[in-house]
């Protein structure tokens, strides 16, 4: 009961959840976290190293890129690790095997299918990332992620096509060895590869879409960007004002976040099942009949058929020349495991400059491989492929051969590129806000985000304020202000009636004509308004502009048009005109009552009285 409560009376309601109450200093998290951002250019840190935020898409896009010429050398060699031989790189198939419908026992056409959706979902979701790193500006980042959404739809229709078509004919997979025609060796059953390729093809149709549909959405809503750094940046992102809340009413955390991971999840699983599609896609081709050539790089003994059969000369392996292949596996295995280290948290100096001379090495190498490749090619493109030593028909191709050179290609030139972006370009700058010096990279974060004296603007008030200022304006700004009913601005409570008389949104009455117009739109109005002031410009007398036309009907200062001699005379002296000067006016004879023109009538009275 309160202490001067009347007796007998119930005491007031106790309330179970009081008025909120504004969070007091201590506890508000701006001020709790308002420490100064460590400084990357101070001497403590001269020796650490500081990567751009171009550094792990391009890395990515290395280890990708090197990643798949490993794959292919390991593929295209001739023999094994153990025991290698040197190849030609070109594939000898029979012409009636080239031409037919199936390979292995699996159609063409699926083969081209499952190919199709893993490069398409491998485009949509190195395109999403990308988008996700850099940071484009709203419009760009919808535009861009709905369009791999739609990659990402069209990559499932591909993948349930095939699975349809692969659950026809799976258990026909088979791997014939090569010349089994002579020996009689039996194919292999490849069933079990192809019920894996199979159930694949299910699993990529169904995550595709639902990564895409958590891809469209989570862009759509926002969420799948990169957490904005400052507040403008948001705004700038959202494209409207950020929400605002009740001092000690807080958003729901973490929404964003978790979504963002969701998505990713989805994205790299839809990655992680195209890869293993496109190994289970190799593994079948590989299963296809190919054809041995008798003597050195194809070219057969000249005596006859007879001692091509017996010929001591080696058969022509499919595959690149010995030294070819050491040197591919050399380049690409230095270039992948400096990727990996480069991964782990090292932030020396020393160890940044290995890292990127070991990336310089493995380009070197790869630019050696590649001349060496595209010789052997080119050599290999020479050699006769016309028949076989029993008169059949042969088909040679090439193209794994050159995708394997243009794949090396562009390893070489992407690792050169993030030598150039990452170390070349590296240059310290001043920062235009506080006068240290910083790496371009590090430059743009200090100057958007770190920097305590950038200048800000604060989103209640609109004030701008230095950074290291923000935190203490805070405390009180939100709750000193209210918003403007017309312009939509936080004022303050104090400067209400000024902002009054001077917000451009407020309406005013019009000095004229009395109608209510917004006030930066006064200026344009007055020019406009009906009941402005206008001169007459005959008698010079003002009127409004209404009533202009009426007076200009009626003012004897404008000039009217006899209507018998049409000379222009003002309207005061047009009766007199008429009526005494007008030369072409009727008049009578006074003498013969005759009508005839003034101009004629003193000499017509001249002769009539004569």
């Not at 040679?396 to 030598?419: K, M, R």
Request: aromatic share 10%; glycine share 6%.
């Amino acid at each position: 009961m309160y202490p001067n409560a009347i007796p007998n009376q119930p005491s007031p309601p106790s309330y179970a959840n009081p008025p909120i109450q504004p969070p007091p200093l201590s506890a508000d998290p701006y001020l709790a976290n308002n420490h100064d951002p460590v400084e990357l250019s101070t001497p403590v840190d001269e020796d650490s190293w500081r990567y751009s935020k171009l550094a792990l898409p391009f890395l990515l896009l290395c280890l990708a890129f090197l990643l798949a010429v490993l794959m292919l050398t390991f593929w295209q060699q001739a023999g094994d690790i153990k025991r290698q031989f040197d190849g030609v790189p070109r594939v000898i198939e029979l012409r009636e095997v080239s031409d037919s419908d199936t390979e292995a026992g699996q159609l063409k056409s699926l083969r081209s299918l499952r190919c199709a959706y893993v490069v398409i979902a491998g485009v949509a979701v190195a395109g999403a990332f990308f988008v996700f790193m850099m940071r484009p500006k709203l419009k760009a980042r919808k535009g861009a992620n709905m369009g791999f959404a739609a990659l990402l739809i069209v990559a499932a229709v591909l993948a349930w096509i095939a699975f349809g078509l692969g659950l026809k004919d799976y258990d026909d997979a088979v791997a014939c060895p090569a010349m089994n025609r002579w020996t009689g060796a039996r194919c292999r059953d490849r069933t079990a590869y192809s019920v894996a390729a199979v159930c694949l093809d299910a699993a990529l149709g169904f995550i595709a879409i639902v990564a895409a549909i958590l891809l469209a959405y989570n862009t759509a809503r926002g969420h799948w960007r990169m957490p904005p750094r400052d507040w403008e940046e948001a705004v700038a992102d959202s494209g409207e004002q950020v929400k605002e809340r009740l001092p000690g009413d807080r958003p729901m955390r973490n929404v964003g976040y978790v979504r963002r991971w969701i998505t990713g999840l989805g994205l790299f699983a839809v990655l992680v099942i195209a890869a293993g599609a496109a190994v289970f896609v190799v593994l079948l081709h590989e299963g296809r009949q190919q054809e041995l050539l008798y003597g050195l790089r194809g070219r057969a003994d000249a005596s006859s058929a007879e001692s091509q059969l017996v010929s001591t000369m080696p058969f022509e392996h499919a595959g690149w020349p010995t030294r070819n292949t050491r040197l591919r596996y050399a380049a690409s295995a230095v270039g992948i495991l400096a990727v990996l280290f480069n991964f782990l948290p090292f932030r020396s100096k020393t160890l940044a400059y290995v890292f990127g001379f070991l990336y310089f090495a493995s380009a070197v190498m790869l630019f050696v491989a590649f001349g060496f490749d595209v010789h052997e090619v080119a050599e290999a493109g020479d050699l006769d492929c016309s028949r076989t030593v029993d008169n059949l028909e042969l088909d040679c191709s090439q193209g794994s051969f050159v995708a394997t050179i243009v794949l090396e290609f562009l390893a070489a030139f992407l690792l050169l590129v993030y030598l150039v972006l990452e170390y070349a370009l590296g240059k310290k700058k001043q920062c235009q806000h506080c006068d240290r010096a910083y790496e371009m990279h590090a430059l743009i974060k200090h100057e958007a985000v770190d920097c305590p004296v950038r200048p800000v603007r604060c989103e209640v008030c609109a004030q701008p304020m230095l950074s290291n200022e923000f935190a203490k304006h805070r405390q009180t700004c939100s709750l000193d202000h209210v918003k403007c009913p017309h312009c939509k601005v936080m004022i303050s409570k104090t400067e209400g009636k000024d902002h009054q008389d001077q917000c451009p949104q407020c309406p005013v009455a019009c000095g004229m004509c009395q109608m209510p117009i917004q006030r930066a739109e006064l200026p344009h109005h007055a020019p406009l308004c009906a009941n402005r002031p206008s001169p007459c410009p005959a008698c010079g007398e003002t009127f409004r502009c209404n009533d202009l036309d009426a007076h200009q009907a009626v003012c004897g200062e404008v000039m009217v048009r006899c209507a018998q001699c049409e000379d222009h005379i003002q309207r005061f002296r047009i009766q007199q005109h008429e009526q005494y000067d007008c030369p072409r006016q009727l008049v009578a004879c006074m003498f013969c009552a005759e009508t005839l023109p003034r101009f004629r009538l003193a000499r017509h009275n001249a002769e009539c009285h004569a």
